[in-house]
C-alpha cells in the first residue's frame, strides 16, 4: 500500500533553516504530483508547495521565495528546503501525494518560537 513517511521537523529559532523529506513507497512515484501541507493549531490544513512530475513547482504567497520544494525521483522522496522561518510557519507538516484518493503522511512538527 501507499506509505509517505515524513522526516526532518524540529524547534528552530527565527530565521533559520529546515529541510522536510516525505520519503515514499508503494507508488510508481514519479509520475504523481506530490505536495507539502500544513497545520498550525486551531486552523485549517492549507498548502505550503506542491511539485509535477515534470518538477513545475507552485507555492503559497506565504512561503514565496523561502521555502523550495524539490524531489528526487531515484529515492522516491520529496523534499521542502524551509528558510528565514518565522513564528507564523509554526505547523504539522503533512506530505500528501496526488495518486487517486490521495495520501497523507503521518506529519511532522515544526515550530518557531516568536
Known amino acids: 500500500q501507499v506509505q509517505l513517511v515524513e522526516s526532518g521537523g524540529g524547534l528552530v529559532q527565527p530565521g533559520g533553516s529546515l529541510r522536510l523529506s516525505c520519503a515514499a513507497s508503494?507508488?510508481?512515484?514519479?509520475?504523481?504530483?506530490m505536495g507539502w501541507y500544513r497545520q498550525a493549531p486551531g486552523k485549517q490544513r492549507e498548502l505550503v508547495a506542491t511539485?509535477?512530475?515534470?518538477?513545475?513547482?507552485t507555492y503559497a504567497d506565504s512561503v514565496k521565495g523561502r521555502f523550495t520544494m524539490s524531489r528526487d525521483n531515484a529515492k522516491n522522496t520529496v523534499y521542502l528546503q524551509m528558510n528565514s522561518l518565522k513564528p507564523e510557519d509554526t505547523a504539522v507538516y503533512y506530505c500528501?501525494?496526488?495518486?487517486?484518493?490521495?495520501?497523507w503522511g503521518q506529519g511532522t512538527q515544526v515550530t518557531v518560537p516568536s
Open positions: 508503494g507508488i510508481i512515484f514519479s509520475i504523481y504530483t
Open positions: 511539485i509535477t512530475s515534470g518538477r513545475i513547482t
Open positions: 500528501h501525494c496526488q495518486k487517486q484518493g490521495g495520501y
